[in-house]
T-cell receptor, first 114, second 117 residues
Framework: EAQVTQNPRYLITVTGKKLTVTCSQN?????MSWYRQDPGLGLRQIYYSMNVEVTDKGDVPEGYKVSRKEKRNFPLILESPSPNQTSLYFC?????????????FGSGTRLTVV | AQKITQTQPGMFVQEKEAVTLDCTYD???????LFWYKQPSSGEMIFLIY??????QNATEGRYSLNFQKARKSANLVISASQLGDSAMYFC??????????????FGTGTSLTVIP
């Protein structure tokens, strides 16, 4: 089944404790992206990657890191989480050069930082 | 300026009736794509329908249709014969650019639809 897999689905952590949210897709998509969703703000892009070893900042990159060492994986790293990073996070991927195709989203990660 | 505007934070519709969710967009790029996604209470994002800027006809997918008015820059989602399972948050999104030039997706703030039995 074609899908984007995010883990974990739910995470409660304490301020300052480094964490990684994993994302993996099995569709050979070039383009991958991380979004956070907050009430009243919709989805805002954190980072994106156009291919292996090619990453760039989205609209709200502060406090986050990413890497793209393999095409299928695009982990999101919070080096020192803070309460304002409590949010619903989505990883998404898509084919890069086809206008028709939108994103395939992961199931989301609900992160709470206390 | 907002790239995608959804002015209806919440909507109610009677079961079996049709409902229109509004979306307006802002772009100067002649080539773009418009998308609607559904987010049920479980949280996942489900792709519903796509409309390309050069498409001559309005997109349809089952009970979903997209009322595309290019001159007005609107891309309203019409759900016919609403079902209880349609209760969810709905997001309008736009991708600017064509082929290798379009990287950015813009999302609206969403409309929460509640279907009343």
């Amino acid at each position: 089944e074609a899908q984007v897999t995010q883990n974990p689905r739910y995470l409660i952590t304490v301020t300052g404790k480094k964490l990684t949210v994993t994302c993996s897709q099995n569709m050979n998509h070039e383009y991958m992206s991380w979004y956070r969703q907050d009430p009243g703000l919709g989805l805002r892009q954190i980072y994106y990657s156009m291919n292996v070893e090619v990453t760039d900042k989205g609209d709200v990159p502060e406090g986050y890191k990413v890497s793209r060492k393999e095409k299928r994986n695009f982990p999101l790293i919070l080096e020192s989480p803070s309460p304002n990073q409590t949010s619903l996070y989505f990883c998404a991927s898509r084919i890069y050069n086809r206008q028709y195709y939108g994103y395939t989203f992961g199931s989301g990660t609900r992160l709470t930082v206390v | 300026a907002q790239k995608i505007t959804q002015t209806q934070p919440g909507m109610f519709v009677q079961e079996k009736e049709a409902v229109t969710l509004d979306c307006t967009y802002d772009t100067s790029d002649p080539s773009y794509g418009l998308f609607w996604y559904k987010q049920p209470s479980s949280g996942e994002m489900i792709f519903l329908i796509y409309q390309g800027s050069y498409d001559q006809q309005n997109a349809t997918e089952g009970r979903y249709s997209l009322n595309f008015q290019k001159a007005r820059k609107s891309a309203n989602l019409v759900i016919s014969a609403s079902q209880l399972g349609d209760s969810a948050m709905y997001f309008c999104a736009m991708r600017e650019g064509y082929l290798n030039t379009g990287n950015q997706f813009y999302f609206g703030t969403g409309t929460s639809l509640t279907v009343i039995p």
